[in-house]
């Protein structure tokens, strides 16, 4: 892994928001966002072709990556591969609330590449953002701050 603090890796891609107690659906757009200073998690920010303000997520890097190959999560985040469709199925849930959103494979596949490339899976804890920050926050906490 290189040491030099890496860029972050950002996509876009349209995902379906399946609507409650009807077959109908809305495109929404996820901008997918990953950073090696928050190396464990990938933000995603939906925005809705109705309008409307946007929905941050914080998604484990590894959950996402595990759920192209096999139904994964509990609790909040669950993603179930679609093998038929080539997509991904994710569920989202707070308090009583969820959302299901369905995303092709290969955009998803694709950003989770780029992101190994910055960060290898297994180096997290190495990476070079994640460990100044860490730094950082552990000095602050020794100084009282």
């Given at each position: 892994m290189?040491?030099?603090?890496?860029?972050?890796?950002?996509a876009?891609c349209?995902?379906r928001?399946?609507?409650?107690q009807?077959?109908?659906?809305v495109?929404?757009?996820a901008?997918?966002?990953?950073?090696?200073?928050d190396?464990?998690?990938?933000r995603?920010?939906?925005?809705?072709?109705?309008?409307?303000?946007?929905?941050?997520?914080?998604?484990?890097r590894?959950l996402?990556?595990?759920g192209?190959?096999?139904?994964?999560?509990?609790?909040?985040?669950?993603?179930?591969?679609?093998?038929e469709?080539?997509?991904?199925?994710?569920?989202?849930?707070?308090?009583?609330?969820?959302?299901t959103?369905?995303?092709q494979?290969?955009?998803?596949?694709?950003f989770?590449?780029?992101?190994?490339?910055?960060?290898p899976?297994?180096?997290?804890?190495?990476?070079?953002?994640?460990?100044a920050?860490?730094?950082a926050?552990?000095?602050?906490?020794?100084?009282?701050?």
């Open positions: 290189n040491t030099e603090v890496q860029k972050p890796v950002r876009a349209a995902m928001l399946h609507l409650p009807s077959y109908t659906y495109l929404v757009s901008f997918l966002h990953y950073s090696p200073q190396p464990y998690a990938v995603m920010t939906f925005r809705s072709s109705t309008g409307g303000a946007p929905v941050v997520w914080y998604i484990g590894d996402l990556r595990d192209l190959a096999h139904p994964t999560g509990e609790g909040d985040v669950q993603i179930i591969p679609d093998l469709l080539a997509a991904i199925v994710i569920g989202l849930k707070v308090d009583n609330d969820s959302a959103l369905t995303a494979r290969r955009p998803v596949e694709s989770l590449q780029q992101t190994a490339e910055a960060v899976y297994g180096c997290e804890s190495k990476a070079p953002g994640f460990v920050q860490r730094e926050a552990l000095a602050r906490l020794l100084a009282g701050n």
